[in-house]
C-alpha cells in the first residue's frame, strides 16, 4: 500500500508557473506507475500526465502537451509536475495517484490517491 500526499499548489496569473509535488510514503515507490489528474469544479475528473516505473515513459493529455511535464525521483519517493504557460482552464484540484507496474489515463484503474492539491489561475 502507499499513501500519497501532494503540495505546491497555489493562486497564479495566467502564463506563471508552478510545481507541484507528490510524496509517497513505503519502500517500493518504484513499483509503481504514477499518475496526475485534476478535476475543476462542477466538471469530471480528467487525465493530466502519467509516468512509468522507471520515469523512461511519460505521457500526456493533449490539453497539457508541452506546456506540462511529469517526472519522478524514486531516490525521494516523489513525482512532480511542472505547469508552465499556465491558463484560467487549468484552475482545478490537482491529484497524484498510484498503481502497480503500468501506467494508464483511466483514473478507475488507480487504487491509491492524494488529497489533492488546488491551482488556480487567475486571467
Known amino acids: 500500500q502507499v499513501q500519497l500526499v501532494e503540495s505546491g499548489g497555489g493562486l497564479v496569473q495566467a502564463g506563471g508557473s508552478l510545481r507541484l509535488s507528490c510524496a509517497a510514503s513505503?519502500?517500493?515507490?518504484?513499483?509503481?506507475?504514477m499518475g496526475w489528474f485534476r478535476q475543476a469544479p462542477g466538471k469530471a475528473r480528467e487525465f493530466v500526465a502519467a509516468?512509468?516505473?522507471?520515469?523512461?515513459?511519460?505521457y500526456y493529455a493533449d490539453s497539457v502537451k508541452g506546456r506540462f511535464t511529469i517526472s519522478r525521483d524514486n531516490a525521494k519517493n516523489t513525482v512532480y509536475l511542472q505547469v508552465n504557460s499556465l491558463k484560467p482552464e487549468d484552475t482545478a484540484v490537482y491529484y497524484c495517484?498510484?498503481?502497480?507496474?503500468?501506467?494508464?489515463?483511466?483514473?478507475?484503474?488507480?487504487?491509491?490517491w492524494g488529497q489533492g492539491t488546488q491551482v488556480t489561475v487567475s486571467s
Open positions: 513505503g519502500r517500493t515507490f518504484s513499483s509503481y506507475a
Open positions: 495517484a498510484a498503481r502497480l507496474l503500468i501506467y494508464s489515463d483511466n483514473g478507475e484503474l488507480y487504487p491509491y
Open positions: 509516468i512509468s516505473r522507471s520515469g523512461v515513459s511519460t
